[in-house]
């Protein structure tokens, strides 16, 4: 019959065009989550042939001192920067979408750092926060504040990598940007109709209708933190930081398998991090029944 | 007293209308310019403050090595060395880098927009068993920390003998990225049917329409991905520095990398260097800008 024949190539062409990402699929992503899986029980050195170690490599994992250090910066980092990132990109989106003159300038320029290549930020901020001759302690004199060492302090050290991070919160604005546009008129309109004031309308119509995007920010924001890597190789050299206060975890990660060679044990870290990533998305994602709210009818994925 | 027209400040000024003088509209209307200057005054201190580190940035690359290291901190470098900038790029090879980077970025994006758009348009245009698990499966990989397939991608390339070449870096995005799949599905979704009923009608495949309909018309999301896609690769690090080793193979960021070893007291070469290494991305991001940005609109706002 002409309609299944039509169904039929409609399908072939389908799984056709699908091709690429299928292949790509199985291996970029599928084959090396199970190969790295599989490593954990190997040991590994690239240099010689793979041999079989067992739960060795776990069993090293639980009384490594590194590890909970590492994870312990990297949380500190990640509890601190995300929630800031978000919420300072929310209040300029709201200040942005306030109908301003300028804004496409405005918003250029709040975005422009997330386009700027990560090794010459980190370079940048290596030197803004230089104790001597670094722009962060000349704008702390302009306060009259006394000058801090910031990156060769373990105690504002992550801090300063905080900052750097919040410097780019661009890139969660126009997230929010383009949720604010989204928000339909008639809302506001009929809130006003109801006697709300400009507060009563933000907080009975913009918060709800904003909050799957700061879901998706946040979702998205503490799984890109937990893997922060690059900035703290490039200031620190790949060391972590005075006192390995910025021994973030993918950077002890990424020491385990290229300079250490040891692939093995590397392989049972990337798994401990996904784990605890994949578990703070979750309590994300049961938390946001509680406060997210989605139109009824929006049509949804797929 | 009831009011019939849905005029935006009668809505917004209720208070104020609800008088009826035009006093309080013209009250009002002051309080709304108010309202206005002191938010523009609050973006205008905001935007200095996130333009002051570039303007550390380009005013130390010309600096002097004196004044680089002047404090209280030197605003107008005198002299303006603009020889920092020729000696910073030719302290290590950076015309070999930026011609890899180039090299990589370009085959980077092409692949990304041609398998992702042909992917999107699969899932957008087309029925076949499986496709919203099968969405749902690439929104997953979406999330995926890149760091649990990391070792292993390393391995099979080095496996492949592709390790200190080019090619791990941009042979994966021929296969499609989960994000740019995402944002192309949700444009393609918005393109009306009628267009593809009618080329079919005219005995147009699905490959024809998907190059000569759904692609053309799709030029804002099209160069939302194209632009990510070149951004990401200029931007890389990890990339290059685990499968780049050789001198006359590396890119920018490592080049800039280099710059914290043997040079890291030359701040102001670094920052030379580094804004040659920003220059052609930020070109690239205004080239593109409002195009840009309506992409990311338009995925903000389709299946949310």
New interface residues.
Partial sequence: MASSKLLRSERRDAYLMLLPWIVGFLIFTAGPMVASFVMIFMNWSLLTPPTWAGLQNLQFLVHDYYVPLALGNTAYYTFLEVPLHVAIALAVALLLNARVPFMGIHRTIFYLPTVTPIVATALLWGYVFNPQFGLANAVLGWFGIEPLRWLNDPATSKLSFVIMGLWGFGSGMVIFLAGLQGIPESLYEAAGLDGAGRWARFWHVTLPMITPMVFFNLVLGIIGSFQIFSSAYVITNGQGGPADSTLFFVLYLFRNGFQFFRMGYASALAWLLFLVIMAFTLLQLWLSKRWVYYEVDRGGLG | MANQV?D?RV??F?SAAAHGTRLGARRAEVRRVL??IA??L??LV??IG?????L??IT?SVKSEAQ??????VWLPSPVQWENYPKALTILPFATFFRNTIFIAVLATAGTVV?SS??A???AR????G?????????A?M??????????????F?HLGWVDTLRPLWV?D???SSFS?FLLRQFFLTLPVEMDEAARIDGA???RI?ATIAVPLSVPAVTTVAVFAF?NS??D??GP??YLNSMDKRT??LG??A???IYSAE?NL??AA?VS??LP??AV??FA?RLF?KG??L???G??
Wanted: proline share 8%; net charge positive; hydrophobic share 60%.
């Fill in positions: 849905l935006r809505v917004t209720g309202r206005t938010i523009e609050v973006l905001l935007g996130m333009l002051l580190p570039f550390w940035l130390g680089v290291f002047a404090w209280p901190p398998s042909l992917v348009f699969a899932f087309l029925r076949f068993p496709r919203g698990p099968l969405f749902l499966l690439v929104l990989t999330m995926l920390p890149g760091i649990v397939t990391m070792i292993p991608r390393f391995i099979l080095k994966p021929f296969f499609g799949i495949s699905n490959w998907w951004i200029w931007n690090f990890m520095l685990i920018v960021s800039l990398a710059f914290t070893g701040y670094m920052m580094s290494a920003l991305v930020l991001f205004f800008q940005v990311i609109v995925s903000g706002m299946g949310r």
